[in-house]
């Protein structure tokens, strides 16, 4: 695929931060400048915004920051609406509108996807009542083909509010490749599913046992199976919110153990991966990454048999 078939599917697909940063690399502007050019049409947009909207820290959500995106197509030389209409709906605002917060979380996770804010839209009872994950440990075991296994989750959660039954679960494998799906709960069950396959991608409402009050806690798990099972070279997992405890583990067969391994990281979908750090699997041919208090954004393992 070359540079302009990855800027024609940015426009098309999204994210917005990646569109918008492709479209100001292919017009070889600096930020200053665009701010500049901006200014000169009657859109003031600081610089520090636009670094925000470019590496997926914030979107365009006022009116003025949408007007100011009509002219930003404008300025980049691109089609009318191409950027706009990949931030979706403008969110309402003022008293009596629900908390943004919730979906605000979800954002740090997964980013801006285009396809993201409708699906939002089915879960808002869920998104509206939420828990907080205090301790979060899973296993994902690769067969000895290496394809993806099963993939096994215990958490730890607490209620937010009183009447709390369910909770969200998004998950995501390539771009038309069916998602994990839920396939076994202790403690919890599967609801209401909504997938997109041309995306790889799904939401999931898990509908816990019993109500809980604000405050109190429950112990849940379950197994995540692909429909499909694909060549397995990586695994992470993306934490909207921090956890005081996560611990992943994936397990690999004698026969299939990988000659390299590292863990990584980073603060948001968009942002540069770090942290890299070699690993190696034990005894039992697992390999763990483990983090105390870890931080909003994607955790994951990568690895290769050559």
Partial sequence: ?????????????????????????TRRL?????????????????????????????????????????????????????????????????????????FQRLHRAWGHPAFLPPLLEEFQDSLMNPVRKLDLRETFHVRPDRRAGRIVV????????????????????????????????????????????????????????????RGERLAIGFVQEYPRPIVAEHHHRRIAESVAHYHGQVVFTRDAEPVVCRTWRTRTPENRTSG????????????HV??????????GLQWSWE
């Fill in 1 to 25: 695929m070359t540079p302009a078939d990855d800027f024609a599917e940015a426009l098309r697909t999204g994210p917005f931060c990646r569109a918008l940063s492709m479209a100001v690399q």
């Fill in 290 to 299: 483990s983090r105390r208090n870890a931080a909003p954004g994607v955790h």
């Fill in 154 to 213: 215990r958490e730890l959660v607490e209620a937010r509010k009183d009447g709390t039954n369910t909770m969200i679960l998004a998950a995501r494998s390539k771009p038309g490749v069916p998602p994990p799906l839920v396939v076994e709960g202790d403690r919890c069950r599967p609801g209401t599913v909504l997938t997109l396959d041309e995306e790889g991608f799904s939401l999931t409402e898990l509908v816990l046992d019993r109500t809980l009050r």
């Fill in 276 to 287: 890299w750090i070699a690993v190696r699997p034990d005894a039992s041919h697992t390999v």
């Fill in 30 to 102: 600096s930020l200053r400048q665009l701010r500049y050019r901006l200014h000169a049409r009657g859109a003031s947009v600081s610089t520090m915004t636009l670094s925000h909207w470019q590496n997926g820290r914030s979107v365009p959500e006022r009116e003025e920051s949408l007007r100011a995106v009509e002219i930003l197509e404008e300025v980049l030389a691109l089609e009318a609406g191409s950027l706009r209409r990949l931030l979706g709906s403008p969110r309402p605002r003022g008293r009596g509108v629900r908390s943004a917060v919730p």
